[in-house]
């Protein structure tokens, strides 16, 4: 009745495979591009055909589209697709696109030459990102072949180990960061390890060696989150109400169902022209709005109730920028105009938990009624301000952390090996001591020499 399958992947919760993830298709954010071998019959797969391609009990090669979100387990697909820098790779597709976020037409056709003429396998297909615009020939011909690697790497492995058992991960960090977000519209990336820089500078080498400038070393006693104001963003990413430029604010509710952002004139009293301001209001708030979905990585059913407006025009110069916003969003997103109501709906692709739920528990305090900080977010918070501390303070060498006993169980465990590195790094020594009275969110730093509070 599900027309789904459940798929033991070696997590508490089987994956839902539905079975329009079982048919190859193209994503409705890209445009097909036929090509030579495109014209040789195909026979076309149907729902029907699934249970007789998958039966019980055989092994499947699937990928990951949805972490585990509250108690729903992951959502898989058997459309494998391999993320390269300027292309994506569909091994079991043989379909190919341009990404319909490139708008102009001369551009696009340019692009379209470049797909036809590359040398992909046969059953194979791929995809042209939008970081590809403007992009030479020689680069996806480079990027093609390392995603081909990868595939046979991935195609040895699922022949050699028994399932269940991960076949390929997504790259880390640094990783991502440099295919992703290292565009030519960014001027210069800072990063505070030398090991990090120089790892940047490599991977980036490989695309342009004139782009490893880009890439620099911050070294100052400031700490970096602190200097570039990042801390601050973190912390206001976990408020319900974020403040406008005009005075006007929004407030931001996530619920199971969906989430629901509400627009205010707050502070903006503006000029006697009060359709005006609330204009205004409704303006900066759809560009805040565009701009908190990403730092929140909020995704489902969202719900914006902006101020109510009378003039035509004015609701659709409010829902035209926020659909200029969304094209800034790496995650897929659909918008309707505002409705008579006052409400904007849109959705936003939710692969994994949004930042409140990725980096909270349910507070022992309230009994679930409120959250605190994971151990996991409190012990980076500790490393961050030691590392801010003896920065500040070569002269101190013997720390003592107090925390909470759970905070203490992370420090100990899985961050043990951090903490030892910090150790090295500034010559110092730190002691660790629990306070059962403390709050989750709570910890101290002392000189263990005079027991003076230490603080960045």
Same mark, same amino acid.
């Given at each position: $009745?599900?027309?789904? *399958?459940?798929?033991?992947?070696?997590?508490?919760?089987?994956?839902?495979?539905?079975?329009?993830?079982?048919?190859? $298709?193209?994503? &409705?954010?890209?445009?097909?591009?036929?090509?030579?071998?495109? +014209?040789?019959?195909?026979?076309?797969?149907?729902?029907?055909?699934?249970?007789?391609?998958?039966?019980? $009990?055989?092994?499947?090669?699937?990928?990951?589209?949805?972490?585990?979100?509250?108690?729903?387990?992951?959502?898989?697909?058997?459309?494998? &697709?391999?993320?390269?820098?300027?292309?994506?790779? *569909?091994?079991?597709?043989?379909?190919?696109?341009?990404?319909?976020?490139?708008?102009?037409?001369?551009?696009?056709?340019?692009?379209?030459?470049?797909?036809?003429?590359?040398?992909?396998?046969?059953?194979?297909?791929?995809?042209?990102?939008?970081?590809?615009?403007?992009?030479?020939?020689?680069?996806?011909?480079?990027?093609?072949?390392?995603?081909?690697?990868?595939?046979?790497?991935?195609?040895?492995?699922?022949?050699?180990? %028994?399932?269940?058992?991960?076949?390929?991960?997504?790259?880390?960090?640094?990783?991502?960061?440099?295919?992703?977000?290292?565009?030519?519209?960014?001027?210069?990336?800072?990063?505070?390890?030398?090991?990090?820089?120089?790892?940047?500078?490599?991977?980036?080498?490989?695309?342009?060696?004139?782009?490893?400038?880009?890439?620099?070393?911050?070294?100052?006693?400031?700490?970096?989150?602190? +200097?570039?104001?990042?801390?601050?963003?973190?912390?206001?990413?976990?408020?319900?109400?974020?403040?406008?430029?005009?005075?006007?604010?929004?407030?931001?509710?996530?619920?199971?169902?969906?989430?629901?952002?509400?627009?205010?004139?707050?502070?903006?009293?503006?000029?006697?022209?009060?359709?005006?301001?609330?204009?205004?209001?409704?303006?900066?708030?759809?560009?805040?709005?565009?701009?908190?979905?990403?730092? +929140?990585?909020?995704?489902?059913?969202?719900?914006?109730?902006?101020?109510?407006?009378?003039?035509?025009?004015?609701?659709?110069?409010?829902?035209?920028?926020?659909?200029?916003?969304?094209?800034?969003?790496?995650?897929?997103?659909?918008?309707? %105009?505002? &409705? %008579?109501?006052?409400? /904007?709906? /849109?959705?936003?692709? +939710?692969?994994?938990?949004?930042?409140?739920?990725? *980096?909270?528990?349910?507070?022992?305090?309230?009994?679930?009624?409120?959250?605190?900080? &994971?151990? *996991?977010?409190?012990?980076?918070?500790?490393?961050?301000?030691?590392?801010?501390?003896?920065?500040?303070?070569?002269?101190?060498?013997?720390?003592?952390?107090?925390?909470?006993?759970?905070?203490?169980?992370?420090?100990?465990?899985?961050?043990?090996?951090?903490?030892?590195?910090?150790?090295?790094?500034?010559?110092?020594?730190?002691?660790?001591?629990?306070? %059962?009275?403390?709050?989750?969110?709570?910890?101290?730093?002392?000189?263990?020499?005079?027991?003076?509070?230490?603080?960045?």
């Amino acid at each position: $009745g599900l027309k789904a *399958m459940f798929v033991d992947i070696g997590f508490e919760k089987n994956a839902f495979l539905h079975f329009w993830d079982a048919l190859p $298709g193209l994503d &409705s954010g890209v445009e097909e591009v036929n090509r030579a071998s495109d +014209r040789k019959h195909r026979k076309k797969i149907t729902a029907k055909d699934v249970p007789d391609i998958y039966p019980v $009990g055989s092994d499947v090669m699937v990928q990951v589209t949805k972490g585990p979100i509250s108690n729903k387990g992951p959502r898989i697909t058997t459309n494998i &697709s391999l993320a390269g820098r300027y292309l994506v790779l *569909m091994p079991h597709n043989d379909q190919s696109g341009i990404s319909r976020k490139i708008e102009d037409p001369k551009e696009r056709e340019r692009l379209r030459q470049i797909l036809q003429k590359l040398d992909i396998p046969e059953g194979m297909g791929v995809i042209i990102r939008t970081i590809g615009e403007g992009q030479r020939a020689r680069y996806f011909v480079r990027d093609l072949s390392l995603l081909l690697e990868q595939w046979r790497q991935i195609e040895a492995t699922f022949k050699s180990r %028994p399932a269940p058992a991960v076949l390929f991960q997504e790259p880390d960090l640094i990783d991502r960061t440099v295919r992703d977000f290292l565009t030519d519209e960014i001027d210069a990336v800072y990063c505070d390890d030398e090991i990090a820089v120089q790892r940047m500078q490599d991977l980036v080498g490989q695309i342009s060696s004139r782009s490893k400038r880009r890439v620099l070393y911050y070294n100052d006693s400031n700490p970096i989150f602190e +200097r570039f104001g990042v801390q601050k963003q973190i912390d206001d990413a976990f408020h319900r109400q974020v403040w406008l430029k005009c005075g006007g604010y929004i407030v931001i509710d996530e619920t199971e169902a969906m989430i629901a952002i509400d627009v205010n004139t707050g502070r903006n009293k503006g000029t006697k022209d009060v359709e005006r301001t609330i204009l205004q209001t409704n303006l900066e708030a759809a560009d805040e709005i565009s701009r908190q979905l990403r730092l +929140r990585n909020i995704g489902g059913l969202i719900i914006g109730d902006f101020i109510d407006m009378k003039n035509r025009k004015d609701q659709q110069m409010v829902y035209n920028r926020m659909k200029e916003r969304l094209k800034r969003d790496k995650a897929k997103t659909h918008v309707l %105009p505002i &409705s %008579p109501l006052g409400l /904007m709906e /849109m959705t936003r692709q +939710r692969a994994q938990e949004s930042l409140t739920g990725s *980096m909270f528990v349910v507070c022992p305090y309230c009994n679930g009624r409120a959250v605190v900080k &994971s151990p *996991m977010t409190m012990s980076v918070e500790i490393q961050r301000t030691l590392h801010a501390v003896l920065r500040k303070k070569p002269d101190i060498h013997d720390v003592r952390v107090i925390v909470n006993p759970e905070v203490l169980n992370r420090l100990k465990t899985e961050d043990e090996e951090l903490l030892v590195d910090i150790e090295r790094k500034y010559s110092g020594r730190l002691t660790f001591r629990t306070d %059962p009275t403390f709050h989750h969110e709570k910890f101290v730093l002392l000189d263990a020499q005079t027991n003076q509070e230490l603080k960045p």
